[in-house]
């Protein structure tokens, strides 16, 4: 294979939501417009919060498909039924590449992925997106899911990591990697620099993300109770997304007695979301590098947010606007945002700064880049060239 030719690539994932989501989506297309044929596997529809809108506009740019097959959040047997139907959808599509997302998506393209193509071994890729990560390394389900991360860690070429982050929790609660790693930021597409105005009835603060309490909802619905307690009586919120804890943030809205202080919404587009409010609220208990700070900042939108995950490298250690993920210092910045217009707006992280790290097209390359130097160690007797010019590796691609 050529330095030029195409790859076959095809990504697997569990849950179709949210930021890891968001990364395929814009890493598949990018890829598809560079003349690669790829191609994604993720679970069936019908789970709450999955993005559908987003799967139809990633599928209609996909040459090798969008395939859906069942994939329970949970380990179980049921994943042996799962790993088969996969392993299944890999041999037709014959890549050169597996790149698993997220927890199941590693287990399953680093499990399986070795088999996809029997004519040319692929080369397999894992990118944890957080993920099993986010488990206590004491607890039973952190145990179990860190030693299988162990055993799986040499059943790929290479880890991507989206965080610096992400990589010093890997190496504290898994150990020091035993494969190449590479750590790739997130990136965002050129129309995603265009300001998004208010509109002239938003509220004072939007949370908007899944609706899980990993991602402090409650405590975004307790901030806007403390405020509203201590002299902003007239403060209002936002919450536009979907989880599974969204019945029990409605209860607490409702027992805060803030019906009509907050809305819920359903999900939306995050550029349609920014305009629902003046101030975006960012809450928190664990991230790896997440997409929503990244757009809000290029929105133009002024940001708190917490010092979890790869949120620092993005905005600065030493950035005002982080807060630790309790009550009490988000409610201060939020405060000191009502109290003292255009502090925060001093705050965000320059557009030029945003635009020459976090770039789409800078994300997907250096990813291409990685995906070429995994074959290079899981082929390597196909890719090592010969007095003649590149030898064939005998597996499909397009020019």
């Not at 880890?159 to 190449?180: C, M, N, Q």
């Not at 002024?302 to 005002?320: C, F, K, Q």
């Not at 705050?347 to 997907?364: D, E, G, I, N, W």
């Not at 082929?379 to 003649?388: K, N, Q, V």
């Amino acid at each position: 294979m050529s330095d030029t030719a195409g790859l076959r690539i095809v990504h697997v994932l569990r849950a179709p939501m949210g930021g890891v989501l968001r990364h395929v989506r814009d890493l598949a297309l990018a890829q598809a417009e560079s003349g690669h044929q790829v191609g994604l596997i993720c679970d069936v529809p019908g789970t709450d919060g999955y993005n559908e809108a987003m799967l139809e506009q990633i599928a209609g740019g996909l040459p090798l498909g969008l395939h859906r097959v069942a994939m329970a959040r949970a380990v179980g047997f049921a994943d042996i039924a799962s790993a088969r139907a996969t392993l299944s959808v890999l041999e037709r599509l014959k890549p050169d590449i597996v790149h698993g997302h997220g927890a199941k998506g590693g287990v399953y393209a680093r499990a399986i992925g070795g088999l996809a193509n029997r004519q040319a071994r692929p080369a397999r890729l894992y990118s944890p997106h957080g993920g099993s990560l986010h488990f206590d390394p004491q607890s039973r389900t952190g145990k179990l899911y860190f030693t299988v991360e162990r055993m799986l860690e040499r059943a790929c070429e290479t880890i991507l990591f989206v965080a610096d982050y992400e990589r010093s929790v890997y190496e504290t609660k898994i150990g020091a990697p035993r494969r190449t790693t590479q750590v790739v930021h997130n990136g965002l597409t050129p129309a995603e620099f265009e300001p998004v105005a208010a509109a002239a009835n938003a509220a004072a603060f939007l949370f908007i993300g899944e609706i899980r309490m990993l991602k402090g909802p409650d405590l975004f619905v307790d901030a806007v109770a403390a405020l509203r307690a201590g002299g902003h009586e007239d403060v209002d919120a936002v919450m536009v997304g979907a989880g599974p804890d969204r019945p029990a943030i409605a209860e607490r809205i409702e027992a805060h007695g803030l019906s009509g202080a907050i809305t819920m919404r359903d999900p939306i587009p995050a550029r349609d979301a920014f305009a629902l409010a003046r101030t975006v609220v960012m809450p928190s208990r664990a991230e790896a590098m997440p997409y929503i700070v990244l757009e809000a900042l290029a929105a133009g939108k002024p940001l708190i947010a917490t010092t979890v995950g790869g949120i620092p490298e993005i905005m600065g250690r030493d950035n005002e606007a982080l807060v630790e993920p309790a009550l009490a210092p988000l409610t201060d910045a939020m405060r000191r945002s009502l109290d003292n217009p255009g502090w925060l707006d001093k705050q965000m992280v320059p557009l030029t700064t945003l635009k020459s790290r976090f770039s789409a097209a800078v994300m997907a390359e250096s990813i291409v880049n990685a995906y070429r130097e995994a074959l290079t160690r899981a082929r390597p007797t196909a890719m090592a060239p010969s007095p003649a010019g590149p030898k064939a590796n005998g597996a499909s691609s397009v020019s």
